[in-house]
């Protein structure tokens, strides 16, 4: 059965620096997104992507956050310069056409320290 | 504004015990409903969802749920519990198709043998 995968399981990086997470969605879905879980809380919504570019953001999406969906296969959230409310799990979602269920991968678990 | 309400951030029932997770939704457009199931360090996995049609629906592992518009309700049960249904369970929301989901804060639920 098709899966959604991430990359890194597990990300720990220093204040400042660029972290670059990675998602490889079900191949033949359309609608990709981006979601955190702080530890205690609950999901929340980053960014949607569909048609490659991005259809909705959410506050918490500002300009320290990207996406790219660089080769048609992969697709990516960077932090630019990551702060330490940053730590979170970040999952990674894909949607197919005519489907409103969105699949979610295991998720990269991101420790700033 | 859409928003979903878990009420009771944990429940603890006997195996072989009814489960009942209740969540109620606000939405100013026909909803979406979801509930999705997260076990310790996996990500989210879809149980069941609503979208059009019957209202009482069904899913993964003996759960289902019921839409009720005029409680505004999507309660999810299980007749009968077993110790691999203790997990954290969500319910979320969206608006329409290949939009944003929005989550509840999570039950996690928790079976006594």
């Known amino acids: 059965e098709p899966e959604v995968t991430q990359t890194p399981s597990h990300q720990v990086t220093q204040m400042g620096q660029e972290v670059i997470l990675r998602c490889v969605p079900i191949s033949n879905h359309l609608y990709f997104y981006w979601y955190r879980q702080i530890l205690g809380q609950k999901v929340e919504f980053l960014v949607s992507?569909?048609?490659?570019?991005?259809?909705?953001k959410s506050e918490i999406f500002d300009d320290q956050f990207s996406v790219e969906r660089p080769d048609g296969s992969n697709f990516t959230l960077k932090i630019r310069s990551t702060k330490l409310e940053d730590s979170a799990m970040y999952f990674c979602?894909?949607?197919?056409?005519?489907?409103?269920?969105?699949?979610f991968g295991p998720g990269t678990r991101l420790t700033v320290t | 504004a859409q928003s979903v309400t878990q009420l009771g951030s944990h429940v603890s029932v006997s195996e072989g015990a009814l489960v009942l997770l209740r969540c109620n939704y606000s939405?100013?457009?026909?909803?979406?409903l979801f509930w999705y199931v997260q076990y310790p360090n996996q990500g989210l996995q879809l149980l069941l969802k609503?979208?059009?049609?019957?209202?009482l629906v069904k899913g993964i592992n003996g759960f289902e749920a019921e839409f009720k518009k005029s409680e505004t309700s999507f309660h999810l049960t299980k007749p009968s519990a077993h110790m691999s249904d203790a997990a954290e369970y969500f319910c979320a929301v969206s608006k329409e198709y290949g939009n944003k989901l929005v989550f509840g804060a999570g039950t996690i639920l928790r079976v006594k043998s």
């Open positions: 979602a894909s949607g197919g056409q005519a489907s409103y269920e969105q699949y």
């Open positions: 992507f569909y048609n490659n570019e991005i259809s909705e």
């Open positions: 939405s100013s457009v026909p909803p979406y």
């Open positions: 609503y979208t059009t049609g019957a209202t």
